[in-house]
Each structure stands twice: as C-alpha cells, then as structure tokens.
C-alpha cells in the first residue's frame, strides 16, 4: 500500500516538473514583452509642457494631470 502511494506521489512530482518546463519558454516570452520598454525617441521639454497646461511648476502640473485623469 505504501509503495502505491509512493509511485503516486512520484507520478504527481513528475507531472509539476513536466509542466514547469513546458511552461518555462512561454513564461520568459512573456516576460521578455513585459520588461521590453522602448523609451522615447522626443524629447520633453517641461517649459512646454508647463505652458500647454497652465502650470507654475511641476507640482501644480501633476495636479492637473491628475485632475483630468479622474473621472468626474
């Protein structure tokens, strides 16, 4: 009895490891899109930014960004 619980045990060890790797490729492919950041080519000129908005300075600048990004 003992050793029918062993052999089962061992057919489930040998099914996470089977599964691991066959997931192991896909996981890094995915993470590879994930952390795959592509800065941008412009540049920001925050004088601009802070003319386009309205702003004083830059806290004032996120306030207002913050305030349109909320739903009112």
Not at 41 to 66: G, M
């Amino acid at each position: 009895m003992s050793s029918i619980i062993d052999v089962i045990l061992e057919l489930f060890t040998i099914k996470d490891i089977v599964r691991k790797e066959i997931q192991k490729p896909l996981n890094e492919e995915i993470l590879d899109i994930i952390y795959d950041i592509n800065p941008s080519k412009k540049e920001a000129n925050i004088d601009e930014i802070l003319k386009s908005y309205n702003a004083k300075d830059i806290l004032e600048l996120v306030n207002k960004i913050k305030d349109s990004m909320v739903k009112k």
